[in-house]
């Protein structure tokens, strides 16, 4: 299946994510019905600043220290559990009795890339992904996994 493993989020305040990192995290936790709090929007950023691979609670816990974005031990705890609940994330077991967690590969997010820098913006929209996957469906198309990309020119060097 598909993987995160083209967003990049720096792990950082919620507060200073760029819009399109915040806009991607936002919309993530309100599809699964969960409110983009900072807390949380803290934890996803830093769990995929580090490409979605395979955490640990102490973990994420570690980096956020680390970056000087300090949340409770057990707000992450609670913040991975819903995730695992609602689909973000997928908790494993290791044979050691430890659980960490991986990006769910379910969805993931579309991509702009510019002709002449090579910047990639990334973004997510759940009806274009919907779309795409009615319009596999409408063909009798079963995929393994998909994906947008959309090529142009950006802002900064279209001036």
Do not use: W
Not at 6 to 12: P, Q, T
Not at 63 to 68: D, I
Not at 85 to 101: D, H, P, S, T
């Amino acid at each position: 299946m598909n993987s995160y493993s083209g967003m990049v989020i720096k792990a950082k305040a919620a507060d200073s994510l760029d819009f399109g990192e915040r806009y991607f995290a936002v919309a993530q936790l309100k599809h699964a019905g969960l409110a983009a709090t900072d807390s949380r929007l803290k934890v996803l950023a830093t769990f995929y600043s580090i490409n979605g691979s395979r955490q640990s609670i102490l973990d994420i816990y570690r980096t956020l220290q680390q970056n000087k974005t300090p949340v409770p031990f057990s707000t992450i705890y609670n913040a991975l559990s819903r995730f695992a609940e609602k689909g973000i994330l997928v908790a494993r077991m290791q044979i050691n009795g430890a659980k960490y967690y991986e990006v769910n590969g379910g969805d993931q997010p579309s991509h702009i890339v510019c002709y002449k820098c090579g910047q990639r913006f990334s973004f997510f929209n759940y009806q274009l992904m919907d779309a795409c996957k009615k319009q596999l469906q409408h063909l009798g198309v079963e995929s393994e996994e998909f994906s947008v990309s959309i090529n142009g020119i950006c802002k900064a060097c279209a001036s």
